[in-house]
Protein backbone atom coordinates (compact mmCIF):
# COMPACT_ATOMS: atom_id res chain seq x y z
CA UNK A 1 0.00 0.00 0.00
CA UNK A 2 1.32 3.71 -1.12
CA UNK A 3 0.83 6.44 1.33
CA UNK A 4 -0.84 8.39 -1.21
CA UNK A 5 -3.47 5.42 -1.54
CA UNK A 6 -7.00 6.97 -1.68
CA UNK A 7 -5.89 10.13 -1.45
CA UNK A 8 -6.46 12.86 -3.90
CA UNK A 9 -2.56 13.44 -5.11
CA UNK A 10 -1.41 17.49 -5.92
CA UNK A 11 1.09 17.28 -8.60
CA UNK A 12 2.42 18.86 -11.62
CA UNK A 13 0.98 18.59 -14.84
CA UNK A 14 1.11 20.29 -18.57
CA UNK A 15 -2.12 21.95 -19.11
CA UNK A 16 -3.60 22.86 -22.41
CA UNK A 17 -6.57 25.15 -21.57
CA UNK A 18 -7.51 26.02 -25.06
CA UNK A 19 -7.04 25.39 -28.90
CA UNK A 20 -3.66 26.09 -30.16
CA UNK A 21 -1.94 27.40 -26.86
CA UNK A 22 1.50 26.54 -25.57
CA UNK A 23 0.70 24.24 -22.60
CA UNK A 24 0.88 25.71 -19.15
CA UNK A 25 2.80 23.95 -16.36
CA UNK A 26 0.52 23.77 -13.54
CA UNK A 27 -0.16 22.11 -10.10
CA UNK A 28 -3.25 19.93 -10.31
CA UNK A 29 -5.47 17.83 -8.26
CA UNK A 30 -5.84 13.53 -8.88
CA UNK A 31 -8.31 11.75 -8.03
CA UNK A 32 -8.14 7.99 -6.44
CA UNK A 33 -8.83 5.47 -8.99
CA UNK A 34 -12.54 4.28 -9.35
CA UNK A 35 -13.02 0.24 -9.29
CA UNK A 36 -11.53 -0.87 -12.69
CA UNK A 37 -8.89 1.68 -12.75
CA UNK A 38 -5.47 2.27 -12.05
CA UNK A 39 -3.57 5.54 -10.77
CA UNK A 40 0.00 5.32 -12.44
CA UNK A 41 2.99 7.78 -11.29
CA UNK A 42 4.34 8.55 -15.07
CA UNK A 43 8.20 7.73 -15.27
CA UNK A 44 9.04 9.17 -18.94
CA UNK A 45 6.59 10.20 -21.65
CA UNK A 46 7.24 10.61 -25.09
CA UNK A 47 6.46 13.36 -27.04
CA UNK A 48 3.90 12.07 -30.36
CA UNK A 49 2.58 14.02 -33.34
CA UNK A 50 -0.66 12.97 -32.19
CA UNK A 51 0.04 15.37 -28.92
CA UNK A 52 0.67 18.34 -31.49
CA UNK A 53 -2.37 17.93 -33.06
CA UNK A 54 -4.60 17.19 -30.10
CA UNK A 55 -3.22 20.74 -29.41
CA UNK A 56 -3.84 22.07 -32.51
CA UNK A 57 -7.65 20.13 -31.61
CA UNK A 58 -7.79 18.74 -36.05
CA UNK A 59 -8.68 15.90 -34.22
CA UNK A 60 -12.07 14.35 -32.84
CA UNK A 61 -10.82 12.92 -29.58
CA UNK A 62 -9.95 16.14 -27.85
CA UNK A 63 -11.73 18.63 -25.51
CA UNK A 64 -10.28 21.72 -23.91
CA UNK A 65 -9.08 22.11 -20.97
CA UNK A 66 -6.95 18.96 -21.58
CA UNK A 67 -3.96 17.13 -20.08
CA UNK A 68 -2.70 15.83 -23.47
CA UNK A 69 0.32 13.04 -23.38
CA UNK A 70 -0.45 9.45 -24.04
CA UNK A 71 2.82 7.57 -25.01
CA UNK A 72 4.22 6.96 -21.05
CA UNK A 73 5.83 3.96 -18.77
CA UNK A 74 5.47 4.46 -15.38
CA UNK A 75 4.49 2.76 -12.19
CA UNK A 76 1.22 1.72 -10.36
CA UNK A 77 0.52 4.23 -7.23
CA UNK A 78 -2.63 2.31 -6.55
CA UNK A 79 -5.49 0.36 -8.25
CA UNK A 80 -9.28 0.30 -8.21
CA UNK A 81 -10.85 -2.20 -5.81
CA UNK A 82 -12.28 -4.28 -8.66
CA UNK A 83 -8.76 -4.51 -10.09
CA UNK A 84 -7.28 -7.52 -10.06
CA UNK A 85 -4.49 -7.82 -12.59
CA UNK A 86 -2.49 -4.60 -11.41
CA UNK A 87 -0.43 -4.19 -7.93
CA UNK A 88 1.02 -1.38 -6.35
CA UNK A 89 5.03 -1.22 -7.80
CA UNK A 90 3.75 -2.92 -11.27
CA UNK A 91 5.52 -0.95 -14.26
CA UNK A 92 3.30 -0.43 -16.70
CA UNK A 93 2.66 1.51 -20.13
CA UNK A 94 -0.47 3.01 -20.67
CA UNK A 95 -2.17 2.58 -24.28
CA UNK A 96 -4.18 4.85 -25.74
CA UNK A 97 -5.87 1.67 -27.32
CA UNK A 98 -7.91 0.13 -24.80
CA UNK A 99 -7.64 -3.91 -24.80
CA UNK A 100 -10.87 -5.43 -22.79
CA UNK A 101 -10.19 -8.67 -23.43
CA UNK A 102 -13.94 -9.33 -23.42
CA UNK A 103 -15.62 -7.79 -26.75
CA UNK A 104 -15.77 -9.33 -30.02
CA UNK A 105 -12.78 -7.19 -31.71
CA UNK A 106 -10.65 -8.14 -28.13
CA UNK A 107 -11.65 -12.10 -28.43
CA UNK A 108 -11.02 -11.90 -32.51
CA UNK A 109 -7.38 -12.70 -33.26
CA UNK A 110 -7.83 -10.76 -36.54
CA UNK A 111 -8.11 -7.33 -35.34
CA UNK A 112 -7.13 -5.11 -32.18
CA UNK A 113 -10.09 -2.32 -32.32
CA UNK A 114 -11.52 -2.76 -28.87
CA UNK A 115 -15.11 -1.38 -28.61
CA UNK A 116 -14.18 0.95 -25.48
CA UNK A 117 -12.02 2.69 -28.52
CA UNK A 118 -14.92 3.72 -29.86
CA UNK A 119 -15.68 6.73 -28.00
CA UNK A 120 -19.01 8.63 -28.76
CA UNK A 121 -18.38 11.91 -29.42
CA UNK A 122 -20.32 13.42 -26.36
CA UNK A 123 -17.82 11.54 -24.37
CA UNK A 124 -14.58 12.33 -25.80
CA UNK A 125 -12.74 13.47 -22.89
CA UNK A 126 -14.03 11.48 -20.48
CA UNK A 127 -13.31 8.17 -18.68
CA UNK A 128 -15.35 5.25 -19.53
CA UNK A 129 -17.74 6.44 -16.51
CA UNK A 130 -18.41 9.49 -17.88
CA UNK A 131 -16.43 11.31 -15.20
CA UNK A 132 -12.90 12.82 -14.65
CA UNK A 133 -10.17 12.72 -12.02
CA UNK A 134 -8.32 15.85 -12.63
CA UNK A 135 -8.63 19.07 -11.70
CA UNK A 136 -6.98 22.78 -11.88
CA UNK A 137 -7.58 26.06 -10.04
CA UNK A 138 -11.52 24.60 -9.65
CA UNK A 139 -11.91 23.51 -13.01
CA UNK A 140 -12.59 20.41 -14.80
CA UNK A 141 -9.20 18.93 -16.67
CA UNK A 142 -10.31 16.76 -19.42
CA UNK A 143 -8.68 13.37 -20.41
CA UNK A 144 -6.89 12.98 -23.63
CA UNK A 145 -7.02 9.14 -25.37
CA UNK A 146 -8.01 7.84 -21.69
CA UNK A 147 -4.37 8.10 -20.84
CA UNK A 148 -3.06 11.91 -20.24
CA UNK A 149 0.51 11.19 -19.39
CA UNK A 150 1.85 14.86 -19.16
CA UNK A 151 0.44 14.72 -15.44
CA UNK A 152 2.90 13.33 -12.92
CA UNK A 153 -0.20 10.72 -12.09
CA UNK A 154 -3.11 10.06 -14.04
CA UNK A 155 -5.73 7.56 -13.75
CA UNK A 156 -5.98 5.26 -16.10
CA UNK A 157 -9.01 2.53 -16.80
CA UNK A 158 -7.14 -1.00 -16.73
CA UNK A 159 -7.59 -1.78 -20.02
CA UNK A 160 -5.60 1.20 -21.03
CA UNK A 161 -2.42 0.01 -19.25
CA UNK A 162 -0.05 -3.07 -19.87
CA UNK A 163 2.38 -4.87 -17.23
CA UNK A 164 5.92 -4.87 -18.09
CA UNK A 165 9.02 -6.56 -17.34
CA UNK A 166 10.65 -4.62 -14.43
CA UNK A 167 13.99 -4.78 -15.49
CA UNK A 168 13.30 -2.97 -18.86
CA UNK A 169 14.59 0.55 -18.97
CA UNK A 170 11.49 2.81 -18.37
CA UNK A 171 12.20 5.68 -20.44
CA UNK A 172 13.42 3.55 -23.75
CA UNK A 173 10.50 1.42 -23.51
CA UNK A 174 8.03 4.33 -22.82
CA UNK A 175 7.69 5.12 -26.59
CA UNK A 176 6.30 1.50 -27.32
CA UNK A 177 3.27 2.59 -26.05
CA UNK A 178 2.68 4.56 -28.88
CA UNK A 179 4.92 5.69 -32.15
CA UNK A 180 7.13 2.79 -32.59
CA UNK A 181 4.88 -0.29 -32.15
CA UNK A 182 2.12 1.84 -34.74
CA UNK A 183 4.92 2.12 -37.18
CA UNK A 184 6.85 -1.69 -36.26
CA UNK A 185 3.32 -3.35 -36.31
CA UNK A 186 2.00 -2.20 -39.90
CA UNK A 187 4.32 -4.07 -42.44
CA UNK A 188 4.15 -7.35 -39.91
CA UNK A 189 0.63 -7.25 -38.28
CA UNK A 190 -1.53 -4.87 -40.65
CA UNK A 191 0.24 -5.71 -44.25
CA UNK A 192 2.28 -8.85 -43.63
CA UNK A 193 5.27 -7.86 -46.08
CA UNK A 194 6.88 -10.75 -47.58
CA UNK A 195 10.38 -11.23 -47.79
CA UNK A 196 11.76 -10.06 -50.53
CA UNK A 197 9.27 -7.55 -50.80
CA UNK A 198 9.84 -3.65 -52.09
CA UNK A 199 8.11 -1.63 -49.15
CA UNK A 200 7.81 2.32 -49.56
CA UNK A 201 7.19 4.29 -46.56
CA UNK A 202 5.99 8.25 -46.80
CA UNK A 203 7.45 9.96 -43.65
CA UNK A 204 9.98 9.38 -41.46
CA UNK A 205 9.13 10.39 -37.76
CA UNK A 206 9.13 7.77 -34.92
CA UNK A 207 6.07 5.45 -36.63
CA UNK A 208 7.69 5.78 -40.39
CA UNK A 209 11.12 4.53 -38.98
CA UNK A 210 8.79 1.96 -36.95
CA UNK A 211 7.33 0.71 -40.10
CA UNK A 212 10.90 1.05 -42.05
CA UNK A 213 11.91 -1.28 -38.78
CA UNK A 214 9.12 -3.77 -39.52
CA UNK A 215 9.56 -4.41 -43.38
CA UNK A 216 13.04 -4.89 -42.60
CA UNK A 217 12.39 -7.70 -39.78
CA UNK A 218 10.20 -9.26 -42.14
CA UNK A 219 12.57 -9.30 -44.77
CA UNK A 220 11.69 -6.92 -47.23
CA UNK A 221 14.41 -6.59 -50.01
CA UNK A 222 14.02 -2.68 -50.74
CA UNK A 223 12.90 -0.29 -48.54
CA UNK A 224 12.39 3.38 -50.03
CA UNK A 225 11.72 6.18 -47.07
CA UNK A 226 10.01 9.20 -48.61
CA UNK A 227 10.43 12.56 -46.56
CA UNK A 228 10.90 16.46 -47.43
CA UNK A 229 13.50 17.04 -44.62
CA UNK A 230 16.75 15.62 -46.13
CA UNK A 231 17.77 15.54 -42.93
CA UNK A 232 16.18 12.10 -42.16
CA UNK A 233 18.20 10.57 -45.06
CA UNK A 234 20.93 9.88 -42.53
CA UNK A 235 19.20 8.12 -39.59
CA UNK A 236 16.68 6.43 -41.68
CA UNK A 237 19.57 4.56 -43.54
CA UNK A 238 19.95 3.24 -40.14
CA UNK A 239 16.75 1.28 -39.80
CA UNK A 240 17.06 0.07 -43.09
CA UNK A 241 16.06 2.48 -46.06
CA UNK A 242 18.00 1.47 -49.00
CA UNK A 243 16.78 4.38 -51.30
CA UNK A 244 15.83 7.94 -49.83
CA UNK A 245 13.77 10.01 -51.93
CA UNK A 246 12.99 13.91 -51.18
CA UNK A 247 9.88 14.46 -53.20
CA UNK A 248 11.04 18.60 -53.18
CA UNK A 249 14.01 16.68 -55.71
CA UNK A 250 11.89 15.71 -58.09
CA UNK A 251 9.95 17.21 -61.01
CA UNK A 252 7.38 14.72 -61.00
CA UNK A 253 4.98 13.73 -58.67
CA UNK A 254 6.85 10.78 -56.30
CA UNK A 255 4.76 8.25 -56.80
CA UNK A 256 5.58 8.37 -60.71
CA UNK A 257 9.62 8.48 -59.42
CA UNK A 258 8.85 5.17 -57.47
CA UNK A 259 6.78 3.60 -59.96
CA UNK A 260 9.96 3.76 -62.64
CA UNK A 261 12.60 3.04 -60.04
CA UNK A 262 10.85 -0.06 -58.92
CA UNK A 263 9.75 -1.22 -62.79
CA UNK A 264 5.87 -1.27 -61.99
CA UNK A 265 5.19 -0.23 -58.55
CA UNK A 266 5.85 -1.08 -54.75
CA UNK A 267 4.38 -4.39 -53.13
CA UNK A 268 3.59 -2.89 -49.99
CA UNK A 269 3.12 0.83 -49.37
CA UNK A 270 2.89 2.95 -45.79
CA UNK A 271 1.87 6.53 -45.11
CA UNK A 272 3.15 7.46 -41.72
CA UNK A 273 2.34 11.45 -41.97
CA UNK A 274 -1.60 11.73 -41.98
CA UNK A 275 -2.10 13.89 -45.47
CA UNK A 276 -4.74 12.65 -48.08
CA UNK A 277 -2.66 13.97 -50.96
CA UNK A 278 0.25 11.32 -49.63
CA UNK A 279 -2.24 8.95 -49.18
CA UNK A 280 -2.98 9.11 -52.73
CA UNK A 281 0.30 8.64 -53.69
CA UNK A 282 0.93 5.66 -51.22
CA UNK A 283 -1.67 4.14 -53.41
CA UNK A 284 -0.90 5.08 -56.68
CA UNK A 285 2.57 3.73 -55.82
CA UNK A 286 1.87 0.15 -55.59
CA UNK A 287 2.05 -2.12 -58.01
CA UNK A 288 -0.85 -4.02 -59.24
CA UNK A 289 -1.76 -6.59 -56.62
CA UNK A 290 0.23 -4.42 -54.24
CA UNK A 291 -1.07 -3.06 -50.51
CA UNK A 292 -0.90 0.01 -49.02
CA UNK A 293 -1.69 0.90 -45.32
CA UNK A 294 -2.88 4.29 -43.52
CA UNK A 295 -1.14 4.69 -40.58
CA UNK A 296 -0.83 8.30 -40.35
CA UNK A 297 -3.63 10.18 -39.02
CA UNK A 298 -5.21 13.18 -41.11
CA UNK A 299 -7.10 16.22 -39.93
CA UNK A 300 -10.96 15.71 -38.70
CA UNK A 301 -12.71 15.50 -41.99
CA UNK A 302 -10.19 15.60 -44.67
CA UNK A 303 -11.34 13.32 -47.78
CA UNK A 304 -9.40 11.39 -49.90
CA UNK A 305 -10.20 10.81 -54.17
CA UNK A 306 -8.83 7.78 -55.78
CA UNK A 307 -9.03 5.90 -59.37
CA UNK A 308 -11.55 3.15 -57.93
CA UNK A 309 -9.71 0.98 -60.91
CA UNK A 310 -6.72 1.07 -58.74
CA UNK A 311 -8.35 -1.29 -56.25
CA UNK A 312 -10.09 -2.86 -59.31
CA UNK A 313 -6.66 -4.23 -60.49
CA UNK A 314 -6.16 -5.86 -57.07
CA UNK A 315 -4.31 -3.21 -54.55
CA UNK A 316 -5.47 -3.74 -51.23
CA UNK A 317 -5.98 -0.09 -48.83
CA UNK A 318 -5.67 -0.92 -45.79
CA UNK A 319 -4.91 0.76 -42.29
CA UNK A 320 -4.97 0.35 -38.89
CA UNK A 321 -4.07 1.68 -35.20
CA UNK A 322 -1.27 0.89 -32.55
CA UNK A 323 -0.21 -1.00 -35.81
CA UNK A 324 -2.74 -3.97 -35.29
CA UNK A 325 -0.94 -4.92 -32.41
CA UNK A 326 -2.88 -5.78 -29.20
CA UNK A 327 -1.52 -4.07 -26.64
CA UNK A 328 -1.98 -6.92 -23.34
CA UNK A 329 -0.91 -9.63 -25.88
CA UNK A 330 1.86 -8.19 -27.99
CA UNK A 331 3.25 -5.13 -26.30
CA UNK A 332 5.38 -7.60 -23.10
CA UNK A 333 6.80 -8.90 -25.88
CA UNK A 334 8.11 -6.27 -27.89
CA UNK A 335 9.60 -5.33 -24.55
CA UNK A 336 11.14 -8.33 -24.03
CA UNK A 337 12.50 -7.89 -28.17
CA UNK A 338 14.04 -5.05 -26.90
CA UNK A 339 15.52 -6.12 -24.17
CA UNK A 340 17.25 -9.18 -26.44
CA UNK A 341 18.08 -6.71 -28.54
CA UNK A 342 15.92 -7.35 -31.30
CA UNK A 343 14.33 -4.13 -31.71
CA UNK A 344 15.80 -0.92 -31.58
CA UNK A 345 14.18 1.87 -29.40
CA UNK A 346 17.03 4.03 -27.94
CA UNK A 347 18.11 5.02 -31.64
CA UNK A 348 14.83 6.88 -32.02
CA UNK A 349 15.41 9.29 -28.56
CA UNK A 350 16.89 12.45 -29.97
CA UNK A 351 16.43 14.29 -26.68
CA UNK A 352 15.49 14.09 -23.23
CA UNK A 353 13.40 16.82 -21.40
CA UNK A 354 11.88 17.75 -18.30
CA UNK A 355 8.31 18.21 -18.70
CA UNK A 356 8.52 22.16 -18.18
CA UNK A 357 10.21 22.14 -21.87
CA UNK A 358 7.10 20.51 -23.48
CA UNK A 359 6.60 23.36 -25.70
CA UNK A 360 9.97 23.69 -26.70
CA UNK A 361 9.94 19.50 -27.64
CA UNK A 362 6.69 20.35 -29.86
CA UNK A 363 8.28 22.81 -31.48
CA UNK A 364 11.63 20.83 -32.32
CA UNK A 365 9.73 18.28 -33.92
CA UNK A 366 7.66 20.74 -35.77
CA UNK A 367 10.75 21.95 -36.78
CA UNK A 368 11.68 18.47 -37.89
CA UNK A 369 15.12 18.77 -35.37
CA UNK A 370 14.23 15.84 -33.57
CA UNK A 371 12.27 12.23 -33.85
CA UNK A 372 11.06 11.52 -30.71
CA UNK A 373 11.28 13.59 -27.43
CA UNK A 374 10.88 11.73 -23.99
CA UNK A 375 9.68 13.87 -21.15
CA UNK A 376 10.18 13.59 -17.56
CA UNK A 377 8.55 15.01 -14.26
CA UNK A 378 12.03 14.81 -11.81
CA UNK A 379 15.74 14.49 -13.18
CA UNK A 380 15.64 10.63 -10.97
CA UNK A 381 13.17 9.51 -12.69
CA UNK A 382 15.21 7.93 -15.52
CA UNK A 383 16.89 5.58 -13.24
N1 LIG B 1 -2.40 4.90 -36.52
C1 LIG B 1 -1.94 5.06 -35.28
O1 LIG B 1 -2.22 4.26 -34.36
C2 LIG B 1 -1.03 6.21 -34.97
C3 LIG B 1 -0.28 6.21 -33.80
C4 LIG B 1 0.65 7.22 -33.60
C5 LIG B 1 0.77 8.25 -34.49
N2 LIG B 1 -0.02 8.26 -35.59
C6 LIG B 1 0.07 9.33 -36.59
O2 LIG B 1 1.20 9.05 -37.41
C7 LIG B 1 1.66 10.27 -38.00
C8 LIG B 1 3.15 10.41 -37.81
O3 LIG B 1 3.48 10.58 -36.44
P1 LIG B 1 5.01 10.84 -36.00
O4 LIG B 1 4.98 11.01 -34.51
O5 LIG B 1 5.91 9.86 -36.63
O6 LIG B 1 5.20 12.28 -36.70
P2 LIG B 1 6.54 13.09 -37.06
O7 LIG B 1 6.17 14.52 -37.12
O8 LIG B 1 7.66 12.66 -36.18
O9 LIG B 1 6.90 12.55 -38.53
C9 LIG B 1 6.25 12.95 -39.70
C10 LIG B 1 7.30 12.97 -40.83
O10 LIG B 1 6.63 13.24 -42.07
C11 LIG B 1 7.41 14.14 -42.82
N3 LIG B 1 6.54 14.84 -43.78
C12 LIG B 1 5.66 15.85 -43.54
N4 LIG B 1 5.02 16.19 -44.67
C13 LIG B 1 5.51 15.40 -45.66
C14 LIG B 1 5.22 15.26 -47.04
N5 LIG B 1 4.31 16.02 -47.66
N6 LIG B 1 5.90 14.30 -47.74
C15 LIG B 1 6.83 13.52 -47.15
N7 LIG B 1 7.15 13.63 -45.82
C16 LIG B 1 6.48 14.54 -45.10
C17 LIG B 1 8.05 15.04 -41.79
O11 LIG B 1 9.20 15.69 -42.30
C18 LIG B 1 8.36 14.05 -40.67
O12 LIG B 1 9.65 13.47 -40.83
C19 LIG B 1 0.81 11.39 -37.35
O13 LIG B 1 -0.29 11.65 -38.20
C20 LIG B 1 0.32 10.73 -36.08
O14 LIG B 1 -0.89 11.35 -35.60
C21 LIG B 1 -0.88 7.24 -35.88
ZN1 LIG C 1 -12.41 -4.93 -26.13
ZN1 LIG D 1 0.82 8.47 -30.41
Known amino acids: MSSTEGKVIKCKAAVA ?50 VLGHEAAGVVESVGSAVTSFHVGDHVLTIFLPHCQQCPACKSPDQNLCEKFMVPSESVGLLFDGTTRMRCNGKTLYHFLG ?13 QVVKVNKAAPLDKISIL ?18 PGSTCAVFGLGTVGLGAVMGCRVQGAKRIFG ?76 KTVTFDPYKLLYGRVWTGGFYGGFKPKNDVPGLVDDY ?36 LYFNSGDFK
Request: with cysteine; glycine share 8%; net charge negative.
Open 147 to 159: TSTYSEYTVVDES
Open 177 to 194: SCGVATGYGSPIKICKVK
Open 17 to 66: WAKDQPLSIEEIEVDPPKSREVRVKIRATGVCHTDVSGKRAILPFVRFPA
Open 339 to 374: MQKKIMLDEFISTTMPIDDVNKSFDLLLQGKIVKAV
Open 226 to 301: IDINKDKEEIARTFGVTDFLNPNDHQKPIHEVLIEATGGGCDFTFECIGIPEVLQSAINACKTGGQSAIVGVPAEG
